[in-house]
């Protein structure tokens, strides 16, 4: 089929856009191909700004508006990221050990698109499989989707989570898919409709750019974990505000003992807490610690292997690549809420 030539000029331009660093790796052991993305303009994610801004700055209160707005407003907050992901721990909460550890620290990158009414209707199709997401031929559902945007299909040791959720400004209407592909302009997209992520089929926790170039990120924040070594299977493996843990887990494959170490569990970091204790040196962390403090994360879906996972978009994870060795201290000293 023909492109329209402005489609076509529109191709060209785009084959260098936002090449985010292709080092950084994504959730099951993928590697990151950057995809094409004009709807989504934000600034420069360049650092210098950063060193000048107070990284505890107030918030603004979210009362009187959701996170769909706020997020077609600044970006500060993705577009589902709303009802329990913004509840602040109570100061009655009590703390146990979690015994965390990991290999490494990597990015479950998360795409928040934004769309409007002028879009055309995509059709969704059930990913084909797991290891290839193009080709399924079961009809979904239809979707509003920008006609440029392009995410790359999975392939041999390379099979991201990518979580993606839309949001219309017309309609201010959010929806999410999870293990989501669409190979070129103007084909189907491919994903399944169970939340962004989908062990837990829960949806947003992830970290935008836009907060942390403010200095404040004012949710909870989602984690993944490697489930064989520290998930437990008890009552399903999952705990709300999970809805599901994932098809494949037993008593094998989510493995912990601690009962209350499950998907869904909630985590968060010592009201005591602080850089210094931690031993982190990135400025660009201290608003991850605070958010951790004041909000906590959640456990949304297994890393599959000896790392874990921060929930975060492109762009805000290129800002935290340098960090990676601070964010492994931040995991190691996260407890579980209890109470």
Same mark, same amino acid.
């Given at each position: 089929?023909?492109?329209?030539?402005?489609?076509?000029?529109?191709?060209?331009?785009?084959?260098?856009?936002?090449?985010?660093?292709?080092?950084?790796?994504?959730?099951?052991?993928?590697?990151?191909?950057?995809?094409?993305?004009?709807?989504?303009?934000?600034?420069?994610?360049?650092?210098?700004?950063?060193?000048?801004?107070?990284?505890?700055?107030?918030?603004?209160?979210?009362?009187?508006?959701? =996170?769909?707005?706020?997020?077609?407003?600044?970006?500060?907050?993705?577009?589902?990221?709303?009802?329990?992901?913004?509840?602040?721990?109570?100061?009655?909460?009590?703390?146990?050990?979690?015994?965390?550890?990991?290999?490494?620290?990597?990015?479950?990158?998360?795409?928040?698109?934004?769309?409007?009414?002028?879009?055309?209707?995509?059709?969704?199709?059930?990913?084909?499989?797991?290891?290839?997401?193009? $080709?399924?031929?079961?009809?979904?559902?239809?979707?509003?989707?920008?006609?440029?945007?392009?995410?790359?299909?999975? $392939?041999?040791?390379?099979?991201?989570?990518?979580?993606?959720?839309?949001?219309?400004?017309?309609?201010?209407?959010?929806?999410?898919?999870?293990?989501?592909?669409?190979?070129?302009?103007?084909?189907?997209?491919?994903?399944?409709?169970?939340? =962004?992520?989908?062990? /837990?089929?829960? /949806?947003?926790g992830d970290i935008t750019d836009a907060a942390l170039r403010r200095g404040n990120i004012e949710h909870a924040i989602g984690i993944l974990v490697w489930a064989r070594r520290l998930l437990s299977f008890h009552n399903g493996g999952f705990t709300a505000p999970a809805v599901r843990a994932d098809n494949y887990a037993n008593a094998e494959t989510y493995g912990g003992k601690n009962d209350n170490?499950?998907?869904? =569990?909630?985590?968060?970091?010592?009201?005591?807490?602080?850089?210094?204790?931690?031993?982190?040196?990135?400025?660009?962390?201290?608003?991850?610690?605070?958010?951790?403090?004041?909000?906590?994360?959640?456990?949304?879906?297994?890393?599959?292997?000896?790392?874990?996972?921060?929930?975060?978009?492109?762009?805000?994870?290129?800002?935290?690549?340098?960090?990676?060795?601070?964010?492994?201290?931040?995991?190691?000293?996260?407890?579980?809420?209890?109470?």
């Amino acid at each position: 089929m023909l492109l329209r030539s402005s489609y076509a000029i529109a191709a060209l331009l785009l084959c260098g856009f936002i090449d985010y660093t292709r080092s950084i790796l994504t959730a099951n052991h993928a590697a990151w191909s950057s995809p094409v993305h004009l709807s989504l303009s934000d600034s420069s994610s360049d650092l210098s700004k950063f060193q000048t801004e107070n990284p505890l700055i107030s918030q603004i209160s979210p009362s009187d508006r959701s =996170s769909a707005e706020i997020f077609l407003r600044d970006r500060t907050i993705s577009p589902a990221t709303d009802g329990f992901w913004r509840e602040r721990l109570p100061a009655t909460v009590q703390y146990e050990p979690a015994n965390l550890d990991a290999a490494g620290a990597l990015f479950d990158l998360n795409y928040n698109v934004i769309t409007s009414n002028r879009d055309p209707l995509t059709d969704v199709y059930v990913p084909a499989s797991w290891a290839r997401r193009v $080709g399924g031929t079961q009809w979904l559902a239809q979707v509003r989707f920008p006609m440029t945007f392009v995410l790359p299909d999975a $392939g041999f040791n390379n099979t991201p989570n990518n979580p993606l959720c839309t949001v219309n400004r017309d309609t201010k209407q959010t929806q999410c898919f999870n293990s989501a592909a669409r190979p070129s302009i103007g084909s189907p997209l491919y994903a399944y409709n169970s939340g =962004s992520h989908g062990g /837990s089929g829960l /949806s947003g926790g992830d970290i935008t750019d836009a907060a942390l170039r403010r200095g404040n990120i004012e949710h909870a924040i989602g984690i993944l974990v490697w489930a064989r070594r520290l998930l437990s299977f008890h009552n399903g493996g999952f705990t709300a505000p999970a809805v599901r843990a994932d098809n494949y887990a037993n008593a094998e494959t989510y493995g912990g003992k601690n009962d209350n170490l499950v998907m869904g =569990s909630r985590l968060a970091l010592s009201p005591d807490a602080t850089p210094e204790s931690l031993g982190i040196s990135c400025r660009i962390l201290f608003p991850v610690i605070q958010a951790l403090k004041q909000y906590g994360a959640y456990i949304v879906d297994d890393s599959g292997w000896d790392v874990f996972y921060l929930s975060t978009n492109p762009r805000a994870a290129q800002m935290l690549q340098p960090c990676r060795d601070d964010l492994l201290k931040i995991y190691r000293a996260l407890k579980i809420v209890t109470g």
